[in-house]
Nanobody, 124 residues
Framework: QVQLVESGGGLVQAGGSLRLSCAASGGTFSTYAVGWFRQVQGKERECVAAISRLGIIVYADSVKGRFTISRDNAKSTVYLQMNSLKPEDTAVYYC??????????????????WGQGTQVTVSS
């Protein structure tokens, strides 16, 4: 069973930066695609970035040019560097792993394992 643990969330002023980490244990991390999702209460969970096992990357239009996803298979960790943060980026951020790692998807139903989430709050 794969376990995912997010860290790095917090409170930051608009224009600031945060780096989220998603550490995995169990399974074969290097073969998974991994996505970062966010959710605001009352709204659907949305994908902000995802990376396949081969390093193919997709971003949501709302974060392109501001967020960067990367992975370190040796550390079984995926990162989300978030720059130029805006109040509308405030959400709970989740990482998720897809065992079918060759493709990269923004569809949350494609993902098999989920972390517990980390709160990101951007003040104006």
């Amino acid at each position: 069973q794969v376990q995912l643990v997010e860290s790095g969330g917090g409170l930051v002023q608009a224009g600031g930066s945060l780096r989220l980490s998603c550490a995995a244990s169990g399974g074969t991390f290097s073969t998974y695609a991994v996505g970062w999702f966010r959710q605001v209460q009352g709204k659907e969970r949305e994908c902000v970035a995802a990376i396949s096992r081969l390093g193919i990357i997709v971003y949501a239009d709302s974060v392109k040019g501001r967020f960067t996803i990367s992975r370190d298979n040796a550390k079984s960790t995926v990162y989300l560097q978030m720059n130029s943060l805006k109040p509308e980026d405030t959400a709970v951020y989740y990482c998720a792993a897809d065992r079918g790692g060759w493709a990269v998807s923004k569809n949350l139903r494609e993902y098999d394992y989920w972390g517990q989430g980390t709160q990101v709050t951007v003040s104006s």
